[in-house]
Every structure is written in structure tokens, then in C-alpha cells.
């Protein structure tokens, strides 16, 4: 059976603390220690790779269960035209914390004949590197998916909603290659999940452990005053990490959409637009780091040269 991690609670999260706004949805990664025999982990634990010359032993599992209608987003990195068949998607109502080890080689027959376990195979179509896909588990209790914005599909139906429910992928035949993008539920609100919590040990393809920088807290001493002017703005208007500051940064992709503190935080460590995950270079990420030294006004006028 596999050791549950000190640092985790029983259905797999992590206990380290993270600061979020009520919208949030929490952390959500690939969970590190259920999957396949041929998946690297890498990118934070949100990209994960079949590094071996065969078309399964590819499983991988969300590292929380998700809610009902939380949408989980994937982009496939790269495929390979070597294989028949694509990614094969679904949920399950197993920890992936309690999986013994090493997982089923497939998802589909292997996890699907067994109880608890509800996957389908996606077209072909679907699948080609670039493609992003959204899939979530309806109230009714069916599988939905989309591939890049089209219209909704039916997977499947008769998942059981009386248990938390872990989303599962099978990086199987074509696919090679995922990014985990993040999710959100649509409502009134549309709430969306978070960068994982600090402090994450992130296992790179050389199998050699990082240690994530330490930087400073969202909100450090002598920011009330900002914080409760920013508070006055739009929520739209406001940093998507820490909801209270105004987002003033402008990131490379477009996005404004955090503030000066946070722009820091997140270059360092996750490298990426919290939105749209857009890479960011490292000079740019110089660049951005230079931002939480400035008043608001610098802040401005230097995003907007840049």
C-alpha cells in the first residue's frame, strides 16, 4: 500500500496553508505519488510526460477530489502518431492516496471493470498538441467534456455522486504530454482554483528535488493602509492571488491581473500567468521582481513602457 505523506491529509491534499479569497477552489496539481510507471512530473506537478516508448502505463490523478460542475482544465503538450487511440478521461471515487503500487497499466479495462472507477476514450480529434479540453462531472451525474471552446459532449453517465470524486487521465496511445491548467466552477461567481501551496517539493525529469524559493507573504507589515484602499476597487479590477490589492501589472501575455506584491511571488514561483499560464522568460521574470520595490505609480508607468 502506499505510505500516506506526513504532509498530507487523508484524501490525498496538502496541510500547508495557503492565502486565498473565498472564490478560490483550493490547490490543484497531479497528485504525486499515484502515478503511472512511465509518467514524469514536472512544471509544479502540473505537467505530466509518458518518458518511456510504449502507449500506456500513463495514469495520473487530481491531487484533491473536485466538486460537482468544477471544470477541470488540460492542454495536450505533445502527441505522437506512433499509437492508435488518445487520452482516455474520467473520474474516481478512490483515494488515489490508498492505490497500491504500480497502478493498472490502462484505465480502460483495467480501473473501469473495477467499482468506484467511470472513464471514456476521447476522439481522436480531440487530441492533438495544443488542444485544450475541459471536463466535469454534472449534478445528474454524467461526464461532460469541451475541446476548445466547442460545443458540450456526453462521456458517459452513472457516476456516483454520494462519494468525493478524484479526476483521473490515462495519457494513453497518441497523447504524450499534458499540462494540468487549472479549474473553475461556473455559477453566479465563477470561483477558480489556485497555484499550489507552499512549501511544494517538485520532482523535475532528472528525478532531482527543488525546492520552491521562499518569498514573502501576500500582505506583509505596513500594507493595511493599500489594502484597504485597493478593497474600494472592482473585484474585476483586483490582483486574482491575494483579492484585495489592485492588479497593476501588467504580465507579457496581456493580462492585468496582479498586483506588485504578487507579481513577484508568482514569477518566482510558478513562472507562468496565473490566467491564461503563459510562460514568462526569465528576463522577464527579472523584470517583474523589480516591480515589488516600487510605489504604485512606478509600477504603472514601468508596465506600461515595458
Known sequence: MVKQNSNENSDGTSKASHRCSWRCLGPLTFHTQAVGDTVCLSHGHRRAERNKDTFRNGLVFSSRPLKLQERLRVRLEKDSFKWEGSLR??????????????????AIPNLTDTPGHWAAALPEYFCQAGSELEFWVCTS???????NGSETEKLLTG????????AMIDIYGQAHSISLLGSEKQGLVC???CPAPEPLLSPDCDNQ????????PLVGDGDEDTVLR??????????????MKEARVTLPCGHRC???????????????????RHQISADEESFCAGLSSKTPDQTHQMTVAH
Open 89 to 106: 478521461v474520467g473520474f474516481t471515487n478512490v483515494s488515489p492516496s490508498g492505490r497500491p503500487l504500480p497502478l493498472p497499466s490502462m
Open 141 to 147: 451525474g454524467s461526464i461532460n467534456v469541451t475541446c
Open 159 to 166: 457516476v456516483d455522486l454520494s462519494h468525493p470524486l478524484w
Open 191 to 193: 470561483r477558480r482554483s
Open 209 to 216: 528535488l527543488r525546492l520552491l524559493p521562499d518569498v514573502s
Open 230 to 243: 485597493d478593497m474600494e476597487t472592482s473585484e474585476e479590477n483586483r490582483c486574482v492571488v491575494c483579492m
Open 258 to 276: 496582479l498586483c506588485s506584491h504578487c507579481c513577484s511571488m508568482v514569477t518566482q514561483r510558478f513562472g507562468t500567468c496565473p490566467l491564461c
